[in-house]
């Protein structure tokens, strides 16, 4: 149960751009048993299977739920809702810093934090130049060329975002399938509600939309397992690097979700300061909670 709620957590993260779902199942002790067994999955597939599932659901319905709710609040409520999550992320840095102390401190190894930073900065005011986030490129999956877009969407999007740090919703911007995707999910809650209204016709209105999903979902299955292998790998050498890099994608994504949801909306008064304040903190304390299982383990 406690990993399926761990699972929809990181299926919100997912969704909100700039946070990222891989950093999260890292903070919660999830990353590395999931890459695990994902690549026990031809010789143990009942065991990994037990594991992966709950999380696997948890996610889903994190996502689904973000289509819609997330969403909404974001744009009903953008400043306590975008410092939630920068809060989200500022918690990340007790767990970051403990990652990042097998490092001798050189000038040199700041490299790391700003390969991390400059990637992913770089590739957001990529996605802002090129399409707004609602922005929905393919309205259904009527053509082969529709078919082979998505296959490459979910394996470019799904092989980035198992990268700890890396942001599904950004990479998505990059290609300009945002709007397409989550457009999409939110599809399958109407899709369900007009089945349990036995309004057929409208069910079958949407499911052109929905079946983008299909190809999408073969192509992250694809990226799921290639890097899957690659990622166990590099940990396994390279930890302590890896989350420096880390270190310099957080900052970016901080830096991402203020622009997009603090900077447009901002108006300096008593009111909008304590909200922001109380929203940081509870997102800090969300991640610190999150966090205290791992920390215990690694005691």
Known sequence: ???????????????????????????????????????????????????????????LIGIIAATKGVLWLTVQFPL?????????????????????????????????????????????????????ENHIALASLNSPMAFGTMLFAGFFVVALMMIPGIS??????????????????GQVIDFFIALFKADFHAAASVLSTILLLVPFTIGAVLGLFIMARLMTYLLKKFEAQIY?????????????????????????????????LVALIAGGLLTFFFDKPQEKKAS
Request: charged fraction near 5%; charge should be positive; hydrophobic fraction near 55%.
């Open 80 to 132: 306590p809702s975008y410092a939630l999550f920068i809060g989200l992320m500022l918690g990340l840095i007790p767990f970051m810093w403990r990652k990042v102390k097998p490092l001798k401190f050189h000038w040199y190894q700041l490299f790391w934090p700003l390969i991390g930073f400059g990637f992913i900065y770089g590739l957001t005011q990529l996605s802002t130049n090129s399409q707004a």
């Open 1 to 59: 149960m406690l990993n399926a709620i761990k699972g929809f957590f990181i299926g919100l993260a997912l969704v909100i751009p700039g946070l990222s779902g891989s950093i999260f199942a890292v903070v919660v002790g999830l990353y590395e048993p999931i890459m695990a067994k994902i690549n026990q999955l031809r010789r143990q597939p009942l065991a990994s299977l037990r594991f992966l599932t709950p999380i696997a659901v948890g996610a």
């Open 244 to 276: 420096a890099i880390v270190w310099g994608v957080v900052l970016a994504a901080i830096l991402i979700l203020v622009q997009r949801g603090i900077t447009p909306t901002w108006q300096f008064t008593i009111g909008n300061c304590l909200m922001v």
């Open 168 to 185: 599904g919703a950004i990479m998505l911007m990059v290609i300009g399938q945002y709007g397409t995707i989550y457009n999409a999910m």
